[in-house]
C-alpha cells in the first residue's frame, strides 16, 4: 500500500470514474432503453469505463485492507456498484434487443455494424443455436412448403416471420438544439392511392422541451446525438 490518507484517496476516486462518463454512460442507457432498434455501441466510452471500474475495484480492496476509514470506502464501493449496474443494465439491453430481432440484425448491414465485436460473435452464436432447435423442434414436422425460418409458407414474397422493430412507435423526447422541418409521417408504402397517408406539416422542436413524437421521425436525429430519448 502506498500509505495514501483519506484525502488523498478522495480525490483519487473523483478522478478514476470521470463524472462525465458516468453520466455519457446514463444517457447512453435512457437512448438504448427506449429507442426501438439497436442504436451504435459505445465503445470508447465502455472502454474508458471498464478500465475506471477495474483501477477502482482495486483500489477499494487495497483500502479496505489498510485501514481507511469504513465509512468512507462504504460510498466508494456504492458508487462504483451503482456504475456497474448501468453498465451491466446497458449491455443486457442491448442482448436483449440482439436476441429479439436477431434475423433482422443479421440481415440489415447498417444494423449489424453497430454491434461490438463481442455482440457479434453473439448474435452468430445464437443464430446456430436457435436455427438448430427450430428445426429439430419444429420446422422438420411441417410440411415441406413451411419449413422456412423467415417465411410463413415458400410463397410468401417478403420474410414475413421476421421480428423487426417497431419504428412506428411514440416515444418522450427533447433536444438541446432548435430543430426545423421534422416530418412527422411518410408514405413508405408506396404511391398507391390505398396506401398513401396524408402528409403532416412538418413541425419544429424548441430547445428543453418534451415532445412525444413517432421514433421513425426523428430517427437520424437520435443516431446524431442531438435529440435525447426519455
Not at 478522478?15 to 427506449?34: C, G, H, P, S
Request: charged content about 30%.
Amino acid at each position: 500500500m502506498d500509505g495514501r490518507d483519506g484525502e488523498g484517496s478522495t480525490e483519487e476516486y473523483e478522478t478514476l470514474i470521470q463524472t462525465t462518463d458516468v453520466e455519457l454512460l446514463k444517457r447512453a442507457w435512457r437512448q438504448e432503453k427506449a429507442a426501438p432498434e439497436i442504436l451504435k455501441f459505445e465503445t470508447d466510452l465502455i472502454a474508458r469505463l471498464t478500465g475506471q471500474i477495474e483501477l477502482v475495484e482495486e483500489n477499494v480492496e487495497q483500502d479496505a485492507q489498510s485501514g481507511v476509514d469504513p465509512l468512507n470506502v462504504s460510498l466508494y464501493q456504492m458508487d462504483l456498484d451503482r456504475t456497474q449496474f448501468l453498465l451491466r443494465s446497458y449491455l443486457r439491453i442491448r442482448l436483449q434487443k440482439i436476441e429479439k430481432y436477431i434475423f433482422h440484425i443479421l440481415a440489415t448491414a447498417e444494423l449489424y455494424n453497430r454491434l461490438s465485436k463481442q455482440e457479434k460473435a453473439f448474435a452468430k452464436t445464437c443464430l446456430v443455436d436457435l436455427e438448430k432447435h427450430l428445426e429439430e423442434s419444429v420446422l422438420l414436422k411441417l410440411p415441406n412448403n413451411y419449413q422456412s425460418i423467415f417465411k410463413q409458407s415458400m410463397i410468401s414474397e417478403e420474410n414475413d416471420m421476421v421480428a423487426k422493430p417497431q419504428l412506428d412507435m411514440f416515444v418522450v423526447c427533447k433536444t438541446n438544439y432548435y430543430l426545423g422541418h421534422i416530418q412527422l409521417e411518410d408514405n413508405e408504402d408506396g404511391p398507391s392511392e390505398v396506401n398513401q397517408r396524408p402528409l403532416e406539416e412538418p413541425f419544429e422542436m424548441e430547445p428543453d422541451v418534451l415532445y412525444f413524437v413517432r421514433y421513425k421521425a426523428i430517427k437520424r436525429f437520435v443516431e446524431e446525438g442531438r435529440i435525447d430519448l426519455f
